[in-house]
């Protein structure tokens, strides 16, 4: 069993020299076509939709990795094939180890007490009609990880952490603001003490004035109890201050990935540039040359040939950019990139 | 395990017995239902106080509609407890056949001859010299059992077929759709004739018919409502948590639905006491000389001209409890959400 996870593990293009924390989840070559069918009685597929292509990973115990990218890029149904909430076209999952896609009861139950997810809209993911309690004790009440006499005792444990008084486990999710309802449904990941918790766009839908707050909790809570975070987010701030490494996504494909400092320090992949100009500065009176995409995203029922980001590519030069799909190639350090010009220069 | 009890125990305990007591009515007779009944609702009101909390339930029963309240609450014990407080409903006295409402009678004699003189037909007789009142009172039995043997019957399948093919989805969904579009597009009162025809007219007749007809709304209804639910983020995270679909079923599915099922569980009611009627009415209901509300207005309707008082009362009970009901059923829908009852009290 060791030698296959360190196997699966060189495979992984990221970076494998640097691994000194073993790795909680590796994913490899992940894929996720969705069928377009047309007819109501003799339903024949006409395409897919390629919303996740051949994506590979490895998030790190205590750490935190992000997936980063505009909507539609593919980043949420990652996420949501990794909770298995969506069945896996291709590839592999391992979680400590174990493949999760063909995974039997034992090992299902094992990681859905290991793996846990707070969702973006703090208003639709907590049960309207429980009370806190009930909704923090669920994932302990449904594996039955622990005795009933000590959920309690649990609850009011991980409401402290999050920033919430014991009382709280008493009210309906209604009483609270959009600020700590997000803490809620944290406390509620917390509460089977997971290894990973997947943020799916944890801060986006608060106030820019209590996310800064949310943000420090998570990194608190990371320090604190060692469990790494799947960080997905379209917004490069939260990402740089959350993340220690990060995967740049683009029409279903990883672009760019290396550690925080590496891309965010030393953008190779010219989507990256780009996406990296377009965040805000943190002083207004910052001057910076932006780099403006031309074009919408294309369509993932079709996209385009060669690489998937030529069309928009403000520096596609190369004849073989248009031909040509790159793949990720090492940079030095963890770094990759997928793209022709980067290899050339 | 006494928690078990108080919990699961009593409400499964209270549902038994009600349906061995609607059984016993529509098998044995009516004689035999009162003092179960009674205790029945009694031990029911006892648990939803225990259950509640004593000061909780007398702040959400203040909030009740005060007048459909009490024509429910005097429409359940009239029909328990009708052999109880008048006489038989198939005694005759053809002499004093078509007399007038007494009280209006004895009201006349008072004001035109200054003789307070008490007549025994408050509701006068029909045109077999029975008593309307007491038929009346005995057709509030035939009423209440067929409505709620009816209902549960009804709801019982709907719900189930309802909540499940909305729920798990694919070719189970489409077979249940189909034989649902089957069902509503048979008009109710023509299955309501063929069952009279088939199985001959009576009680049980009039129940299976009503519920037949019934259950494809609740399906429908409840199937669109579960679907929408489903797709909920706090039914995701729950799958995330390890949560069964069992478990899903009940603590997020159900509850999200319980406040359409109270809706229309009260609308179907009317709609139940209105199809008895007219089943009364055709001929394919309850055989005379059982009475029921609807055989009671159509054995008045030769007399319409001469004898109105014949089918205006059970008309007038017909408005009332069907009224009655539906304003229930729109406070119960409050009461049932937490955020609408802490808004409301």
Same mark, same amino acid.
């Not at chain 1, 505009?70 to 890029?73: F, K, M, P």
């Not at chain 2, 394919?284 to 029921?292: K, L």
């Given at each position: 069993m060791g030698t296959e996870v360190s196997t699966a593990g060189q495979d992984?293009?990221? +970076?494998?020299? %640097?691994?000194?924390t073993d790795a909680v989840l590796e994913v490899s070559n992940l894929k996720k076509y969705f069928p377009v069918t047309k007819g109501i009685i003799l339903r024949k597929t006409v +395409?897919?939709?390629? !919303?996740? *292509?051949d994506v590979t990973f490895t998030v790190r115990r205590g750490q935190t990795f992000a997936l980063a990218g505009?909507? +539609?890029?593919g980043k949420t149904t990652t996420s949501r094939v990794l909770l298995r909430l969506e069945d896996a076209t291709a590839g592999e999952v391992l979680f400590r180890g174990k493949d999760?896609?063909? !995974?039997d009861k034992d090992l299902v139950k094992e990681y859905r007490r290991s793996v846990q997810a707070v969702f973006q809209d703090p208003y639709s993911s907590?049960? =309207? &009609? %429980?009370r806190v309690g009930s909704i923090i004790s669920e994932p302990l009440m449904a594996t039955g990880a622990l005795p009933k006499k000590e959920i309690r005792v649990r609850v009011e444990e991980v409401l402290a952490q999050v920033g $919430?008084? =014991? *009382?709280?486990?008493? &009210?309906?999710?209604?009483?609270?603001s959009g600020g700590q309802r997000q803490r809620i449904a944290l406390a509620r990941s917390l509460a089977s003490s997971p290894d990973l918790i997947l943020l *799916?766009? =944890?801060?986006?839908? $608060? *106030?820019v004035s209590i996310r800064a707050q949310i943000l420090n909790l998570l990194k608190d809570l990371q320090d604190q109890l060692g469990v790494a975070y799947l960080l997905v987010a379209h917004d490069l701030a939260t990402v740089r201050h959350m993340c220690h490494s990060i995967a740049v996504m683009y029409l279903g494909r990883l672009v760019e990935t290396g550690s925080g400092e590496e891309v965010f320090g030393n953008p190779l992949h010219p989507y990256t540039k780009a996406l990296l100009s377009a965040a805000l500065p943190s002083h207004p009176r910052i001057q910076r040359a932006e780099i403006e995409l031309p074009g919408e995203v294309p369509s993932p029922l079709n996209p385009p040939k060669g690489c998937r980001f030529h069309p928009r590519?403000?520096? !596609?030069?190369? =004849?073989?950019c248009a031909e040509s799909l790159p793949e990720l190639e090492n940079h030095g350090g963890s770094h990759a990139v997928a793209c022709h010009l980067a290899r050339s220069a | 395990m006494v928690r078990f009890f108080v919990s699961r125990g009593v409400p499964i305990g209270l549902a038994f017995v009600l349906a061995v007591i609607v059984y016993r009515a529509i098998?044995?007779?009516? #004689?035999?239902i009162g003092l179960p009944a009674v205790g029945w609702l009694i031990v029911l009101i006892v648990y939803l106080v225990g259950r509640v909390g004593f000061g909780n339930f007398f702040r959400v029963v203040k909030r009740a509609p005060k007048l459909p309240t009490l024509i429910i609450v005097a429409f359940i014990l009239t029909a328990i407890l009708a052999d109880k407080i008048t006489?038989?409903?198939? #005694?005759?006295n053809i002499p004093n056949r078509?007399?007038?409402?007494g009280l209006m009678e004895t009201l006349k004699t008072a004001v035109r001859e200054q003789r307070f003189e008490l007549n025994e037909n408050w509701l006068g007789t029909d045109a077999l010299g029975r008593d309307v009142l007491t038929r009346l009172v005995h057709g509030a039995r035939v009423t209440l059992t067929v409505t709620i043997a009816a209902i549960m019957l009804g709801q019982g399948i709907g719900l189930t077929l309802g909540i499940t093919s909305g729920y798990f989805g694919g070719w189970y969904d489409k077979v249940v759709m189909r034989i649902v579009d089957g069902a509503m597009s048979i008009p109710g009162i023509f299955l309501a004739l063929l069952l009279a025809v088939v199985l001959g007219p009576s009680f049980q007749t009039v129940i299976i018919a009503i519920g037949l007809l019934l259950w494809s709304r609740f399906v429908r209804t409840l199937r669109a409502e579960t679907m929408k639910v489903k797709e909920a983020e706090f039914v995701k995270l729950a799958r995330v948590a390890g949560c069964s679909n069992w478990w899903i079923i009940r603590r997020h599915i159900f509850p999200n639905l319980v406040n359409l099922w109270a809706v229309l569980v009260s609308l179907e009611v009317g709609v139940t006491v209105i199809v008895e009627a007219t089943l009364g009415f055709l001929g394919?209901?309850?055989?005379?000389?059982?009475?029921?509300w609807g055989s009671l207005i159509s054995d008045g309707r030769q007399y319409?001209?001469?004898?109105?008082?014949l089918s205006f009362f059970p008309g007038m009970a017909i408005l009332l409890v069907v009224l009655s009901v539906n304003l229930f059923g729109d406070w119960l829908r409050d009461v049932l959400d937490p955020q609408m009852r802490q808004r409301a009290t």
């Open positions: 992984t293009k990221i +970076g494998q020299s %640097m691994a000194e +395409g897919q939709v390629q !919303a996740v *292509d505009e909507s +539609g890029c999760i896609l063909n !995974a907590l049960e =309207p &009609r %429980m $919430l008084s =014991p *009382d709280a486990a008493n &009210r309906f999710p209604h009483e609270f *799916d766009e =944890p801060v986006s839908a $608060l *106030d590519c403000p520096v !596609a030069v190369m =004849p073989q | 098998r044995v007779g009516f #004689d035999s006489g038989s409903p198939y #005694d005759q078509l007399q007038p409402p394919a209901g309850v055989p005379p000389p059982t009475p029921s319409v001209t001469s004898a109105w008082w």
